[in-house]
T-cell receptor, first 117, second 117 residues
Framework: KAGVTQTPRYLIKTRGQQVTLSCSPISGHRSVSWYQQTPGQGLQFLFEYFSETQRNKGNFPGRFSGRQFSNSRSEMNVSTLELGDSALYLC????????????????FGAGSRLTVL | AQKITQTQPGMFVQEKEAVTLDCTYDTSDPSYGLFWYKQPSSGEMIFLIYQGSYDQQNATEGRYSLNFQKARKSANLVISASQLGDSAMYFCAMRVHGSSNTGKLIFGQGTTLQVKP
């Protein structure tokens, strides 16, 4: 079955611009989580969406936002880009049952590499 | 505070030998799950193995096994018969259970493994 698809894979923006990243989860998965990976801070959780609702949020400024559509596809947006936003943005999907059962493994996409100049 | 610590920034192993990657965790929640992911240079995070806090036996998946020592709060990954394709970054991660936390993992800083021919 198809994996998690992230688009675009690479993009270059300048400071002050905004960017939208897209994530298509595995068919049947209802949870989509976003992570930021940088050499200095490592992998940090941004937010999670489940059934079109934000279920969990990491410690990031309000410039970072997201949404999920009825087909479980998700987008994240970063407004007023800063140099420090340069990172690999990883999306992960999981079955995301409301009541936790089992491992509920996160399957990651290949990521979107954002460079802010 | 919930935290994952990987103390080995980089490791070398000879092809066909076994290697252990260290991971210690900190949480006061009695219910949690521990994951190991592999990240090749392409960037995609690949799930390797999972251990639940209540699992009686150590998890195994092919050449991967998890040495789970609950009292010491360690969850070391053992890779047997290393292959050149095992060269990658390896991340230990934890999920603290709770209905609102299914997509949120806390990651360690990672260990870069290089397999020598």
């Amino acid at each position: 079955k198809a994996g998690v698809t992230q688009t675009p894979r690479y993009l270059i923006k300048t400071r002050g611009q905004q960017v939208t990243l897209s994530c298509s989860p595995i068919s049947g998965h209802r949870s989509v989580s976003w992570y930021q990976q940088t050499p200095g801070q490592g992998l940090q959780f941004l937010f999670e969406y489940f059934s079109e609702t934000q279920r969990n949020k990491g410690n990031f400024p309000g410039r970072f936002s997201g949404r999920q559509f009825s087909n479980s596809r998700s987008e994240m947006n970063v407004s007023t880009l800063e140099l420090g936003d340069s990172a690999l943005y990883l999306c992960a999907s999981s079955p995301g049952t409301i009541f936790y059962t089992g491992a509920n493994v996160l399957t990651f996409g290949a990521g979107s590499r954002l460079t802010v100049l | 505070a919930q935290k994952i610590t990987q103390t080995q920034p980089g490791m070398f192993v000879q092809e066909k030998e076994a290697v252990t990657l260290d991971c210690t965790y900190d949480t006061s929640d009695p219910s949690y799950g521990l994951f190991w992911y592999k990240q090749p240079s392409s960037g995609e995070m690949i799930f390797l193995i999972y251990q639940g806090s209540y699992d009686q036996q150590n998890a195994t998946e092919g050449r991967y096994s998890l040495n789970f020592q609950k009292a010491r709060k360690s969850a070391n990954l053992v890779i047997s018969a290393s292959q050149l394709g095992d060269s990658a970054m390896y991340f230990c991660a934890m999920r603290v259970h709770g209905s609102s936390n299914t997509g949120k993992l806390i990651f360690g800083q990672g260990t870069t493994l290089q397999v020598k021919p």
